[in-house]
Nanobody, 126 residues
Framework: QVQLVESGGGLVQAGGSLRLSCAAS????????MGWFRQAPGKEREFVAVMPWSGSRNYYADSVKGRFTISRDNAKNTVYLQMNSLKPEDTAVYYC???????????????????WGQGTQVTVSS
């Protein structure tokens, strides 16, 4: 079983940056697909980014493409989400997700992911 703990959220002004971390325990992440989702107040949880375990290309939601970067440090068993040029509409609770096998599946759908963290709040002020 994989346990995921996010950190790094906070309050930042528009145009600023934050780096979220997702530390895993229980299993090594090197063989897992890793993803980030977010949920704004009154809205459904939405896909942000995914990193396949194989090292192939990462994928991003159009709304964050060019501003956010997902990466992993297998030695630290940690996944990161670097968020630059933040906008007020990026305000949400950000969740880390993990799954061993998403090949051929819709990784942008939250229901297909097996493991979730508790979330970390990101607030971007205008």
């Amino acid at each position: 079983q994989v346990q995921l703990v996010e950190s790094g959220g906070g309050l930042v002004q528009a145009g600023g940056s934050l780096r979220l971390s997702c530390a895993a325990s229980g299993r090594t992440l090197s063989s897992y697909y890793m993803g980030w989702f977010r949920q704004a107040p009154g809205k459904e949880r939405e896909f942000v980014a995914v990193m396949p375990w194989s090292g192939s290309r990462n994928y991003y939601a159009d709304s964050v493409k060019g501003r956010f970067t997902i990466s992993r440090d297998n030695a630290k068993n940690t996944v990161y989400l670097q968020m630059n040029s933040l906008k007020p509409e990026d305000t949400a609770v950000y969740y880390c997700a993990a799954d061993q096998n998403l090949y051929g599946r819709r990784w942008d759908l939250e229901d297909v992911w097996d493991h979730w963290g508790q979330g970390t709040q990101v607030t971007v002020s205008s």
